[in-house]
Structures are given as structure tokens and as C-alpha cells.
């Protein structure tokens, strides 16, 4: 696609259910980035694949958090049990290739509300 | 743990003036780092990029300079206009594989 896509824009859930973010990369994109925005932050980084694998996956805050990309394309971010505390924009970023050469292009977020 | 901070927190100019934000970063080993506007609701748009061996870049009324061996940079936003009122976020990429480590931004308002 020209950007990318993430989905949904806005999920409101209750305390202790699970979500799945979806991001939809840059096509031919090999690297995908997942980062987390609390409001009034800076975004904070999660979890990176080069390819179908998680190259860093440093930035997962616990066991809740998982993120997997399959087929080397897009990507889902799965929150377990949440908690009032994961409440957040999620962001994805894409890039051609893991470098600091490569600008990221990031996508428009979604936004995740526990109640 | 590389950390960068961002001075102002926020800023509010009248139309037409220049301005300059500023970035400082703990952990000079640096491959590059960027400079990203942010709208309110919305993702990230790349606007500069300086590699850790330039001194700086131009894009149109921005230029951002870096000096790695102090471990600052700034942006500096010429005329500014009200639509240039936004989040400007500050990045480093550490040197090897480690993604961006952002700054908090800075909140900017142009004032017509």
C-alpha cells in the first residue's frame, strides 16, 4: 500500500481482555516496528522484525505483550489480560531495511482504552 | 541506556518569527538522528535525518544541525506560520541494530 495501515484506529475494552492490533506495512518493506505512546510521551519502543522474525523484542513490557509476523508482511500486537495501564496509541513503522540509514514511516496509530 | 531530552516542553510564538528547538541525547555512539512532526491524532511524519558524520541538514524553512561530541541537536524553524503548529519529536539511532529512542517533544503553537 502508499502507507501504513494500521486497525483498528480506536478499541475500547474492558479490564482483562485480550486485543490484537493489526499493523499492514509498506509493501516490500523487510522491517517493522511496534512503539507505544502514552499521552504527553515520547513514542516508546516495543518490539522490531526483520523478515518474519523479532529481531528485538526488548521493549515488550511483560508476558501480556506478544507480537508476531507471520508471513513477513503484516503484523499483530496481541495484549493479554489488559490493564488499565496498557490504555495508549500503539504505533507502527516500517522501513526497507533495519538500518539507521532508512527512514521509518510510520503509521496513523491506534489508540487502545481499558476501562 | 540512551536517553533524550527535549527543551521546551512546549512554545508558543507569534507568526513570522524563527525559532529553535533543541535535543540532547546521553550516549554521543550515535548512527544518526531525526527530527519528526506530529499532529494531534496522528502518526509520525519524518522530516530530517542527519547521519552521525554530518553536521547538518535543510529541508525548506527547517534546518537541523547536530554535534554528536556534545550530544545536542536543534531545529531550527524559519517565518514560522500557523501551520507549523504541532509535536516535534527529537530520535536517535544508537549505533548498531537498536531502533529510535525518542525525546518527549516539544509542543508547538504558531499564533496568527
Known amino acids: 500500500g502508499a502507507g501504513v495501515s494500521q486497525t483498528p484506529s480506536n478499541k475500547v475494552t474492558e479490564k482483562g481482555k485480550y486485543v490484537e492490533l493489526r499493523c499492514d506495512p509498506i509493501s516490500g518493506h523487510t522491517a517493522l516496528y511496534w512503539y507505544r505512546q502514552s499521552l504527553g510521551q515520547g513514542p516508546e519502543f516495543l518490539i522490531y522484525?526483520?523478515?518474519?522474525?523479532?529481531?528485538?523484542d526488548s521493549g515488550l513490557p511483560n508476558d501480556r505483550f506478544f507480537a508476531v509476523r507471520p508471513e513477513g508482511s503484516v503484523s499483530t500486537l496481541k495484549i493479554q489480560r489488559t490493564e488499565r495501564g496498557d490504555s495508549a496509541v500503539y504505533l507502527c513503522a516500517s522501513s526497507l531495511l533495519i538500518s539507521g540509514a532508512n527512514v521509518l514511516t510510520f503509521g496513523a496509530g491506534s489508540r487502545l482504552t481499558v476501562l | 541506556k540512551q536517553e533524550v531530552t527535549q527543551i521546551p516542553a512546549a512554545l508558543s510564538v507569534p507568526e513570522g518569527e524563527n525559532l529553535v528547538l533543541n535535543c540532547s541525547f546521553t550516549?554521543?555512539?550515535?548512527?544518526?538522528l531525526q527530527w519528526f512532526r506530529q499532529d494531534p491524532g496522528k502518526g509520525l511524519t519524518s522530516l530530517l535525518l542527519i547521519q552521525s558524520s554530518q553536521r547538518e541538514q535543510t529541508s525548506g524553512r527547517l534546518n537541523a544541525s547536530l554535534d554528536k561530541s556534545s550530544g545536542r541537536s536543534t531545529l531550527y524553524i524559519a517565518a514560522s506560520q500557523p501551520g507549523d503548529s504541532a509535536t516535534y519529536l527529537c530520535a536517535v539511532w544508537n549505533s548498531g541494530n537498536t531502533p529510535l529512542v525518542f525525546g518527549k517533544g516539544t509542543r508547538l503553537s504558531v499564533i496568527a
Open positions: 522484525f526483520q523478515g518474519t522474525g523479532a529481531a528485538d
Open positions: 550516549d554521543s555512539a550515535i548512527y544518526n
